[in-house]
């Protein structure tokens, strides 16, 4: 007897030995004890299994490995949200404790933010400068400044800061109280009203003026506010060239938004060349933004059409859904038969409050996920009465779960209990009796103790 054969049969009685010690049944033991004595009858047999045994563990180790370099790279892409959405935050903070006149709290965020070395790292600059100022830190103001113009000497914010520069050293001859402010805002909104509705090209002058200089946050916001509800064409042209960009990036989306509030079609017009022109997808999500509030579903849909970016694409479905467009969020699922597309449309389906059509996509649509998607979501509507007959027709474990969830989460104790009682699942009936468990119905408990009582 050859080496190999010794160790095939010496394996082949260790494995039969194996068995006989295992908790399996007869009839599975046999078979595995059989499959390995045919083994025996073939030299080349066990070579063979032992070879396709390593190919299986080499192919499973591989798939491992990718999906740990996956799991890898999705937590490199969480820690990178993490930093992003953290920055956003000190800018949003340091905003708004500038709105309420706290430049030291201020200071301390948008320093936090520099440290960061992010893409809001040159407005941070800037806004810093701003609050060292208005504490009355000009020289510690004058060196943020000159590390913005060092750093960032294309940067949109480089002409403010040089407008904060020309004050800071304006007023260093002038002491100024640590926390002064300037005059009143109301009345300063009044005073440029009036202004701007006696004399509109006066009125545009003083708003060029204070946008492109280094008043407060706050005062031109106002002055944006102001120049959007005046309605001439000077104004409208102002709001267009700050639209457009030619002022610092926060202006610029203000503008947009004002644009979109009180705007007609001459602004809508704006919007469009300013989405079209911009590089920026910050703006571009400002503009759907503006199209939304001011119910502008056509051009809403050129975008949803049109836009080749995912991530804007979903945003222009979304807020088509928002605005109550349904008819054009129909045309765009008949048109477009990808499964990410139509999910996103059966999302903005649900914010528009469209149940019907939920209800025609949990019945017809062949794709399972859209068939959750839209059994889940009317669940959410409350509408899970839809789904009974759904239910009852349907092969499809997973689905049926599915509409479970959906009567659970609108509370629809009766549809579970009818679920319960007619499934011939024992594990599906399971699922049901414990999410009537945990609902407060009559009904439902009526059921349970009934079950208590068999």
Request: charged content about 30%; cysteine-free; overall charge neutral.
């Amino acid at each position: 007897m050859s080496i190999v054969d010794g160790v095939r049969k010496g394996v082949i009685a260790g494995l039969i030995g194996g068995l006989a010690m295992a908790p399996a049944s007869p009839a599975k033991a046999f078979a595995r004890v059989a499959g390995f004595a045919a083994l025996s009858q073939d030299p080349n047999a066990f070579a063979e299994r032992e070879s396709e045994q390593d190919a299986r563990e080499r192919e499973q180790e591989k798939r491992d490995r990718e999906q740990e370099a996956r799991d890898r790279e999705q937590e490199k892409k969480d820690r990178e949200q993490e930093r992003i959405d953290r920055m956003q935050e000190l800018y949003d903070d340091g905003r708004e404790a500038l709105d309420e006149d706290k430049y030291q709290q201020a200071a301390e965020k948008f320093s936090a933010l520099v440290q960061m070395n992010g893409a809001q790292t040159d407005a941070a600059l800037y806004w810093k400068a701003y609050a060292e100022n208005r504490q009355g830190k000009r020289d510690t103001a004058l060196a943020t400044i000159a590390e913005l113009k060092r750093r960032y000497p294309q940067s949109r914010w480089k002409r403010d800061g040089e407008a904060l520069e020309i004050e800071v050293r304006n007023r260093s001859s002038h002491p100024v109280k640590i926390g002064e402010v300037e005059n009143d805002d109301d009345l300063f909104s009044l005073a440029f009203q009036g202004l701007l509705n006696n004399d509109s090209a006066a009125g545009i002058r003083k708003a060029e003026e204070i946008l492109n200089g280094s008043a407060s946050p706050k005062r031109k916001s106002k002055v944006l506010f102001v120049v959007a509800q005046n309605g001439s064409p000077q104004a409208q042209e102002l709001m267009g060239k700050i639209a457009q960009g030619q002022s610092n990036p926060e202006l610029q989306r203000k503008a947009v938004e004002q644009l979109g509030i009180f705007g007609g079609s001459r602004a809508a017009n704006i919007l469009a060349t300013v989405y079209t022109n911009s590089n920026d997808p910050g703006v571009k999500r400002a503009v759907i933004q503006s199209y939304m509030i001011s119910g502008n579903k056509e051009r809403l849909f050129e975008l949803a059409k049109g836009e080749k970016d995912d991530n804007l694409k979903r945003d222009a479905i979304q807020k088509l859904g928002l605005t109550g467009g349904v008819n054009e969020l129909q045309q765009l699922y008949q048109a477009d038969a990808s499964t990410a597309a139509r999910r996103e449309i059966l999302q903005a389906f649900f914010l528009a409050g469209d149940s019907e059509k939920m209800v025609q996509a949990a019945q017809r649509e062949k794709d399972l996920e859209l068939r959750r998607v839209a059994i889940r979501n009317l669940g959410l509507m409350g509408k899970s009465d839809a789904l009974q007959s759904i239910y009852g027709k349907e092969t499809d474990r997973s689905l049926k779960e599915e509409v479970l969830n959906a009567y659970f989460i609108s509370g629809n104790a009766h549809a579970l209990v009818v679920a319960a009682r007619s499934e011939k699942d024992p594990d599906l009936r399971k699922r049901a009796v414990e999410k009537l468990s945990l609902m407060n119905s009559k009904e439902g408990s009526e059921y349970l103790m009934e079950l208590l009582n068999k």
